[in-house]
């Protein structure tokens, strides 16, 4: 049984990590430079880029031959 590949190339996979890490460190160092909540946006794009490697995750360890519904 062969596993699927995801939906990221490698590089891509990478660069997500990449971009996960510097926004989620972001966020909380704008938190305590800024008074507004701008930084609810960076937390909301590490989430999004988050949830994208997730899904590549489980693409990655479905079997290749398995079908979508």
């Known amino acids: 049984m062969h596993q699927g590949s995801g939906i990221l190339s490698p590089r891509q996979r990478q660069v997500a990590w990449i971009?996960?890490?510097?926004a989620a460190l972001q966020a909380p160092v704008s938190a305590w430079l800024?008074?507004?909540?701008s930084w609810l946006f960076s937390l909301c794009v590490a989430l999004m880029v988050a949830t994208v490697i997730i899904a590549?995750?489980?693409a990655r360890r479905r079997p290749a031959d398995a079908t979508t519904d």
Not at 19 to 22: A, E, K, Q
Not at 34 to 37: G, I, M, N, T
């Open 56 to 58: 590549d995750d489980a």
């Open 19 to 22: 971009g996960f890490l510097l």
């Open 34 to 37: 800024v008074s507004d909540e």
